[in-house]
């Protein structure tokens, strides 16, 4: 009975409960899209320990009858699920992020986003590298993407250059287009917070770069910023700091081989030599700290102590239903190698979106950015000349201004130092403010309007004091403004429409309208009556001078694009845009530059649809033209220049004009006809994967400056001429080698080729021999590279004994060959040298190994088939009080064959040629990710610490600071640093 009675209570519980569960049940339906806000037909609903299920239809909507308590699960194939609550309303749309994986990865291309899988252009995408102590964005591009070369010197807050596919122009510009969230950017990279950025993407033929017309020739680079992923709110702290020393000291002369220099140079005069009267031989400062033992080594004296970078950047960032936020501030204080070489840059971003109702968002990316240059820079022209026996201080204790008594060519490194004063300070406020309009009569169909103004603003000014120890005024200061304002209104319709299971089109048109302004207004003051207050009061001046300018950039432009599906494996894209600049001339105001793409991914078909090897397999052909507007304002006209006389002793100052270049009423763009042949694949289950590409361009009506003869009243124009071709291959590829429950060892390998050629120049041919005239006079060779050298070749150094010394020759000097056999050197025996400023062969290695949450990366970096001049080596007055690099030299004890002697006569006025092939071990970093479980307890969401090597070591003959940079100049021969860095990652 008891028992019966027990039974009777449970089931009428029960029954209780699904009449609750009824009651409470109720239907629930929504739409199911990607990342890209595309339809996901076919994903699947599930709810949780339940049977209840759905399938979302061709336009991704689904119904499901749930109760408020259910968890639904949303799954769809290549996208990670997502569980949610069902809750109480009678709407619930769900977005799916893709999977990590290569096959469903989401890249940028320009105005929306696209499924990997589905790209038909050579985009190639590239993470930021948070590891390593890099303070631009651009040094993730570094040795990282085929066919992308960036370089600079390693000072503080430089941009370097970045060249995508080797080199276009002769005269306009040869950087890409930054495009930064979907908006075109005119400053520089170095402004922008590396640790704001989510991704790059790197546009390298036209089909994906005819988006952006007539400023893409040169490819464009899209950056984009981070957002909110999460409901929890995240707060995520960065810090490092480092320590700097010289990567490489360029070899100067030691005090004793300074010493042997000067007895060299005298015997190879036949004057006397003799040890051990080295003292009378130099100057009477230089004796007196000869005999002291006293010695000055410009690296002791003109670097500073504390060279290297302390960075704290501090982000929050998450995201509701409506809304979308991330917001960072950061600091860096980076000190460069050189004395006052430094870099303090603070910046701010705000990126929030809110959406306000289904069909309406609104939103904005901010950023500001200030950069602190302030500090001056000893002389570098000064600090490889510098004597080991020189003065560098008066008795007073004050820099002198020569350290060497009698010696004026060159001065003391430290006197600019010590008595100039600076500021250099550069500002960035960059804003999108946007508003997207989901059309609701027309499912798929959406309106953008992005309203993005840019101000720059840098101040840079400049005082001097008085140098006591001269008798004349040396007091001066000045002041220098320059203000930047850009603006840009775009347009932006979008039909993104998946037709059926078979077909699905998407469709971009815009409209836009950009001007760019520049003014500049600086004040001079000398022969100040007093120095105390530097610039803030130049009115203290004797003599002041005041200079300003202007100039703007106006320009409009149309575009439509469209992206065809076929069955999601043959796909095709069309773009065409029409542009109109204020730069050219009056009959080419307008461009327009179509672009087609087809692709065909082989691996859907039936005879590779279930390959055990091959996952993915895509073929892609490309043709268009993109155009290059890279020239300043006004060149199309003919513009007046002014110049100051006065007429006799004591005259008044008149001021004169004269014409500076004559106008071109047909100056057009250059543009840019490119073919590209693309292989994306994926094997083994994504084990390997990669892409290789055959690139063609020809640029054509090149903007060059052209010299005119001065009978003509003008000394040059600006005219289109000339054709540049750019030809090459791009192989990426990507492996696990290793992959098991604890371990896992990943490879990537860059490697790219380019040949750039000119092609014509200005269809001469003067020596009437049937070839087109080369332009010697540029260097501009028919044929060959823009950058090619064209000299003498080396031959070795003539001999004590050898009988082929020609006239006026001795043994010591410099042989050249006789290229064309007639036994005479002549202008006709200067042949190519080889090619500089880009290598032939590029390539990159990186491994990265993972034990449970220790992570090793080493990346390597690698160029060659490239040199370059270095007028440094057999240059330069050796008899003088000056140092110079130790680059060896032709004695009659020491019988170099490379090197000439100290007073060979460069009769031929040759240069000497270096090769700049290199393999960096660039970055190297060690982390350490704690387990999970240790971070419950503690109550945070990562934590991650990590030591860093950065250009650890270089492989390389040059002689220089570097070779990746390759200057060759004095003043320019920064050493580039090696620098070892220790930070954390901290996330709550």
Known sequence: MKRNYCL?????????AQLYAQQGAAAIKGTITNELGEPLSGATITVAGKNGSAIADNNGIYALTVSPQDTLIFSATGYEEKRVLAGTGPTLDVNLVPANNNLDGVVVIGYGKQSRKFVTGAVSKTEIVKDVPNTSITQSLRGRVAGVQFTDNGRPGQNGTILIRGPRSLSAGNNPLIVVDGIIYNGVLSDINPNDIESMEVLKDAS????????????????????????????????FTSVSSPGYKIKLLTPERYVQKILDARKELGQEADPTKIASYLAPNEAENYLAGRTVDPYDIATQDGAGIRSIDINMAGKTQRTNYFISASFNDEKGIILNDRQKRTTFRVNLENKITNWFTVGTNTMYGRRDFSGVLPNMDNFYQLSPYGSLYNEDGSARQFVVDGETVAGNPLYAPYY???????????ANFYGIV??????GLSYRINISPN????????????????????????????????????NILTYNKKINRANHIDVTLLYSRNAQFVEATGANASLLSSDVLGWNNLGLGETQTVSSSSSKIQGVSYMGRVNYRLLDKYLATFTIRRDGSSVFSANHKYAVLPSGALSWIASEEGFLKNSPVVDLLKLRLSYGAVGNQAISAYQSLSKIGTQRYVYGDGGTTSLAYYPMNMANSDLKWETTYSTNIGVDFELLKGRIGGTIEYYHMKTKDLLVTRDLPRMTGFTSVWTNLGQVDNSGIEITLNTSNIQTKNF??????????NKNRIVHLYGSDTDGDGKEDDDIGNRWFIGQPIYSYFDYVFDGIYQEGDTDIPAGYKPGYVRVKDIDGDGVITADDRTIIGQGQQPKIRWGLL????????TLSVFLNGMSGWISDFGLIGRGPVERSLNFIDYGWWTSENKSNTRPSLFHENKYGHNYYLSRNFVRIQDVALSYNFPRALLDRVKVANLKVFVAAKNLYTFTNWIGADPESGQTSRDNLYPMPRTISVGLNLGF
């Open 744 to 753: 896992e060892w990943r490879s990537s390998i860059t490697f790219s080729s």
């Open 8 to 16: 009777m209570v449970l089931m009428l519980l029960l029954q209780w």
């Open 420 to 430: 100039r004063s600076n500021q250099r300070i550069q500002n960035n406020l960059f």
């Open 208 to 239: 994906a770069a005819a988006i952006y017309g007539s400023r893409a020739a040169n490819g464009v680079i899209l950056i984009s910023s981070r957002r909110g992923t999460t409901e929890k709110p995240t707060i995520n702290v960065n810090t």
């Open 847 to 854: 491994n990265d190994f993972s034990y449970k949450g220790l």
């Open 438 to 443: 989901q059309l609701p009569f027309v499912q």
């Open 455 to 490: 101000i720059r603003w840098i101040n840079a000014y400049d005082a001097t004091r008085q140098d006591t120890s001269l008798g004349n005024n040396t007091k001066s200061a000045s002041k220098s403004n320059t203000n930047y304002y850009d603006w840009m209104i775009e």
